[in-house]
């Protein structure tokens, strides 16, 4: 008669990273129930097995942080999924609208993410909030190819932020088939972005402009992107620049 086999340390997850994504995949089922809350956390330790003390030293902040790795761990399948798409062939405004809705699709437990939405609006967790919808929005134009290094490093990211936390509450709220009024709704707000650029475009080409606000526009021309990594380029992909005087790809 074979015994039953009994778990080994090799089990356990032991590095930072396996020991997150245990507690994660444990803790979703909670979720839906108890949120992002200590409730949850400890109940990920104990269905997932792992010390305690392991599990408060990879998050310290219990629930809070799983929610971060959730979050983080959409982003990556997001960007899995743009690797697998034809983005070559599309106008910029699209691919655009495409790594939106891919992030939004990449979500299997909708209760997670609405929970993470009121746990991020309390005040103490609002500034994790924000980091984490900008940092979708840089590896959303990061993977499209962005080179942009002056101020227009922060307003794409800015105005892609703003299009992704609107079309992801509205998401939420969403009971239409295949979330079709959302689809609707990311790609009025896309327009929106475009016509912007474009006023932009223009307002910086003109003399007048230039002139006048000759000192703004300077100090806004030192503001340089922080450093990074080295960009994640898809085949045949790269990113407009949409600088001072340029003709930003409208998508029409």
Known sequence: MQDTPTPTETDTPTGPDAVRAALLEAALPHVPFDGWADATFRAAIEDAGIDPALARATCPRGGVDLALAYHARGDARMVARLHREALGAMRMRDRIATAVRLRLEVVEEKDAV????????????????????????????????????????????????????????????????????????????????????KVKGTVGGNAVFRTVFAGPLWLLGQVRAPMRPADVDLPGMRAPDFGPGAAPDSGR
Do not use: C
């Not at 609405?114 to 609006?121: D, K, W, Y």
């Not at 992704?164 to 969403?174: A, K, P, Q």
């Open 114 to 197: 609405r929970r993470g939405a009121t746990l991020f609006a309390l005040p103490q967790y609002a500034a994790d909030g924000a980091r984490a919808i900008w940092g979708t929005a840089d590896l959303i134009w990061t993977t499209l190819g962005d080179t942009a290094e002056d101020v227009n490093w922060y307003t794409k990211r800015a105005t892609l932020a703003g299009v992704y936390s609107s079309t992801l509450l509205y998401w939420l709220g969403d009971t239409t088939p295949n979330h079709q009024a959302t689809w609707e709704f990311l790609d009025r707000r896309i327009d929106d972005v475009m016509r912007f650029e």
